[in-house]
């Protein structure tokens, strides 16, 4: 477990993707149902709490332990814990592959190393959707998820195309390549957008907000891809970027 930082906007505003309580979040890690993570009240465990707490880390679900003012301030009746279920289902990156088959297409992905923004995760999803990529690929662990926020920021688009959680980047890249499928990682340091050929199935990687791709992806990266800056500022927004990206690949599509 790990502390985590300060509410994020999913905390502070009530919404129906709440759990609260012992049993309701019990039935809805019985039942399957996709949760971005539970939160747990420091201090002495009961049988039932430790319970439900392996049946999260069993389904990979990131478990944070908190303050019980923490809790409080979200919600009164949470005995101890409370969980935030996805806004959408995720699919897999096999679903993918196969859409992907199906239109008798080069596949066509997104990768998002680290994204922590949920409007961001919601443009993206969007951008994706309209420049005909088969799917969207996030990860499970200190990266935003398919939140109401995101789900809203998309516009509309999760209802068009998929979104799967991995919980080792790295070693989807690997699947990937495999597949004949090359990984384009954006990083300052890369190739100039305009000069490279994305024809064949694809993969763009954009990384966090500020940090960028990780090393280790960018070490599993095919090629790495710059877009050209003349301004003061150093970067673009991670949206923005893959706005750009994901045209200029559509374009050699």
């Known amino acids: 477990m790990y502390d985590a930082p300060e509410p994020t906007e999913e905390e502070i505003v009530p919404n129906e993707n ?19 993570k539970l939160m747990v009240a420091r201090g002495d465990l009961s049988g039932s709490a430790r319970e439900i707490i392996a049946m999260a880390k069993e389904r990979r679900v990131p478990v944070q332990e908190v303050d019980r003012a923490r809790l409080d301030a979200i919600t009164q009746n949470h005995q101890g ?21 199906e239109r008798n ?41 398919l939140t109401p926020a995101a789900v ?60 960028g791709v990780s090393r280790l992806v960018l070490e599993n990266s095919d090629k790495r891809v710059a877009l050209p800056v003349r301004g003061k500022l150093d970067s673009l927004n991670a949206s923005v970027a893959a706005g750009i990206l994901l045209y200029a690949m559509l374009r050699s599509r």
């Open 18 to 36: 709440l759990l609260s309580g012992r049993n309701p979040i019990r039935e809805a890690l019985k039942s399957g149902r996709d949760i971005e």
């Open 152 to 211: 809203k920021a998309s516009a509309g688009a999760i209802e068009y195309i998929m979104v799967a959680r991995v919980m080792n980047l790295t070693a989807t890249l690997e699947e990937l390549k495999k597949l004949n499928i090359w990984i384009y990682a954006a990083d300052m340091g890369g190739e100039d957008y305009a000069t490279i050929d994305f024809k064949g199935g694809a993969a763009l990687v954009i990384g966090a907000e500020g940090e």
């Open 81 to 101: 814990m409370l969980a935030f279920a996805s806004a959408y289902q995720y699919h897999t990156v096999e679903d993918m592959l196969a859409l992907a088959k």
């Open 105 to 145: 297409e080069k596949p066509f992905l997104v990768i998002l190393d680290g994204v922590t923004d949920p409007h961001n995760l919601g443009a993206i999803i969007r951008t994706a959707e309209c420049a005909g990529a088969h799917g969207v690929i996030v990860q499970e662990r200190r990266a935003v998820g």
